[in-house]
């Protein structure tokens, strides 16, 4: 987490931050001449925020970024009649909502923002608690079984020693 008092931070595609607000060097002299906001963009920044800025703003701007790199631009992740949307934090089936506990939740979107790919065991641990949860709990293969009793027994792979994956229902090679 940043700690420092930055007024104008760019993050990159390669995950650089560049700072335009440290009063001396290259980029602080082009953010003085041509505006802060064009020198990040030119220099590879994907969004601009300027202070005095909300936390929930920048926290939106973070989640618009993540949806763009993962190929979302919508808020909604979509694997056949699975909907979760992301902004308001529903789950439909077919339309109809899904209760999931926060947990469940959590799983289920980490799965679909990495739809097509095996996502481990571990990592999804390591996406859903803390630092010091006991990583020999079974917890991750509950929430695993109680969502495909919602929404469905194929809904989500079991890749046996590797971890789960969750695909659209039309794509081959599911089993």
Not at 17 to 35: K, M, W, Y
Not at 72 to 78: G, K, Q, T
Not at 124 to 143: K, P
Request: one cysteine or more; glycine letters at 10%.
């Amino acid at each position: 987490m940043l700690t420092a008092n930055y007024d104008v931070l760019g993050l990159l595609p390669d995950d650089k931050i560049l700072d335009l607000g440290c009063g001396f060097g290259r980029h602080a002299f082009e953010a003085a001449r041509r505006g802060a906001h064009v020198v990040a963009l030119d220099a590879g920044a994907d969004d601009y925020l300027a202070k005095p800025f909300q936390s929930e703003e920048l926290i939106a701007r973070l989640r618009a970024l993540i949806r763009r790199a993962s190929g979302n631009s919508s808020s909604e992740l979509i694997a056949g009649g699975v909907r979760l949307d992301t902004r308001s934090g529903r789950v439909t089936l077919d339309g109809e909502p899904v209760k999931l506990t926060a947990q469940e939740y959590k799983l289920l979107s980490y799965l679909l923002h990495h739809k097509g790919k095996v996502v481990s065991r571990t990592e999804l641990i390591e996406h859903i608690y803390d630092q010091d949860f006991d990583r020999d709990s079974n917890t991750i293969e509950v929430f695993v079984t109680r969502i495909r009793k919602k929404l469905g027994p194929d809904v989500i792979t079991t890749i046996r020693g590797l971890g789960y994956s969750l695909d659209d229902p039309a794509q081959p090679g599911r089993g």
